[in-house]
């Protein structure tokens, strides 16, 4: 029996996940923390790595391994391979005044056109930005740009030299400098973001291509991005919409139209088999619930409770606790709109914090399908759909039927599915059966929609 391990280095924690390469069998698996921050060490990630691997029972009888990790992150490293500078995450905002500037530079609708992404404080074309006009001296050090996963999986063969560095189409086109609808690099838009600087870039790999051995002997595949991972792990098809609740909100369509919108809102990020993945993000979305779970001195399954069994009565929860990326307001702050004697209880507060988070995902989906892209369903991920009441309402706000698969792993389950990609060389990714699902529905409630639009934009500032 072949086994595949698949690797998801996230923001907040590294799981391990070892599978049957041609059932997808779960064998065993392992996981470690990371430390939190927006600014991180990625030694901590490899020491992370190091104990989820343990954790899982060693790797020496894995024939294949695939990294899927947090997009956008800016590893620098210098000409021996040592780290610059700790890693400045995706929800980092320092260099949101930085993709300002780059936005005014080329405009908008030149990034659009160029690449599908117009930068924003997470794309890693504005932290390039923020180091050169900030720690010139580290810019300078700088003799090559990579991201998690490629670090990551270039650690796994041992950290070879800098002309190994590898990575895939998903996670380079949340760059901001390569095209995912032509697959190329933008060298020119390196440049404009690193202030003349042109330091090496991972070479990208096809979509099964074995980069590299570990020093186990097993094959390393190239790895993506968490979300083009967990599409694959869901196995998602055209007219899918894949909508994952953890850290942040993130709204995406497998599509084979490339995006190129000029206001930022899609991501014309592309997926880890040749196709699209155009995306939307917010910074704000299970982190809502557990803010007003805190906020209410109740756990998740009473703030459901209350949530299901009382509406909002015109009570609105604009959810951006942590500044926001889409729209991308990152000194805006939560606000509550419609208080009155009549709905200010628990349970208001509760249906306001559930369903303004769902309407900030609604937004996303309308943002796809006005760039013409299908979506016929959502498949609900991500640790916010264990929430009962955001299953369970989603469906009516969200506008179409909502399948919530048996809550699982999906960034690790497509790395190893990856993995298996890479080891069977088989024009596509192996078929293994799909986890068990559950399919919600309900009739629309455009009044939620309407009353969240009429308040949204209130909170343009701090």
């Given amino acids: 029996m072949a086994l595949v391990a698949g690797i998801d280095s996230s923001t907040q924690s590294c799981k391990v996940f070892v599978r049957d390469a041609d059932s997808g069998e779960l064998v065993r698996s392992g996981r470690a923390s990371h430390p939190s921050g ?12 190091d104990t989820a691997v343990a954790d ?6 894995v024939d294949a391994v695939s990294v899927g990790a947090q997009q956008h992150g800016m590893i620098c490293l210098d000409s021996s391979g040592d ?8 929800n980092d905002t320092r260099s949101a005044p930085s993709g300002a500037d780059l936005v005014e530079e080329l405009g908008a609708q030149g990034w659009a056109d160029a690449v599908g ?28 740009v990579c991201l998690p996963h490629d670090w990551l999986s270039w650690q796994l063969a041992g950290a070879p030299g800098l002309d190994a560095l590898a990575t895939d189409r998903g996670d380079a086109s949340g ?4 095209s995912a609808a032509t697959g190329q690099y933008r060298h020119d838009l390196l440049e404009l973001g690193f202030r003349g600087r042109t330091p090496r870039l991972p070479r990208v790999a096809t979509p099964f291509e074995r980069i590299g051995e570990t020093a186990g002997g097993a094959v390393i595949g190239p790895g993506t991005g968490d979300n083009a991972a967990a599409a694959l792990g869901l196995a998602a098809r055209p007219g899918d919409v894949v909508v994952s609740v953890g850290t942040s909100g993130v709204v995406s369509a497998v599509t084979d139209v490339a995006a190129a919108d000029p206001s930022g809102i899609i991501a014309g990020f592309a997926d880890a088999t040749g196709r699209q993945l155009p995306l939307v993000c917010t910074l704000n979305a299970a982190r ?22 009382t509406p909002s009565d015109g009570l609105v929860l604009v959810p951006y606790l942590e500044g926001e990326r889409t729209p991308n307001r990152p000194d805006a702050s939560g606000a509550v709109h419609g208080l009155r004697l009549g709905n200010s209880t628990p349970g208001h507060l509760a249906r306001a914090a559930v369903e303004g988070l769902l309407c900030g995902l609604a937004d996303g989906i309308d943002a796809l399908r006005d760039a013409g892209i299908e979506t016929k369903r959502v498949l609900l991920v991500g640790g916010g759909a264990k929430s009962a009441a ?12 909502v399948v919530v698969p048996e809550p699982g792993e999906y960034v690790a389950d497509g790395a190893a599915r990856q993995a298996a990609w ?11 059966e799909s986890a068990p699902a559950r399919t919600y529905e309900a009739d629309p409630t455009p009044s939620i929609r309407a009353r969240y639009a009429e308040v949204r934009d209130l909170t343009e500032g701090v």
């Fill in 38 to 49: 927006t600014e991180v060490d990625p030694a901590e990630w490899k020491k992370a790595l």
């Fill in 56 to 61: 899982a029972g060693g790797l020496d009888d």
């Fill in 83 to 90: 780290v610059v500078r700790p890693a400045l995450l995706w």
């Fill in 117 to 144: 992404v117009v930068p924003l404080a997470s794309i890693t074309v504005t932290k390039l930005r923020w180091l050169a006009d900030n720690e010139p001296e580290n810019a300078d050090r700088t003799a090559a």
């Fill in 175 to 178: 760059t901001g400098y390569f």
């Fill in 288 to 309: 809502v619930l557990d803010a007003t779970a805190s906020l209410l001195g109740v756990d998740h399954a009473e703030l459901s409770r209350l949530a299901l069994a």
């Fill in 390 to 401: 955001l299953r369970e309402l989603a469906p009516a706000i969200l506008g179409m039927p």
């Fill in 422 to 432: 890479a080891l069977a060389q088989t024009p596509e990714p192996p078929q293994w």
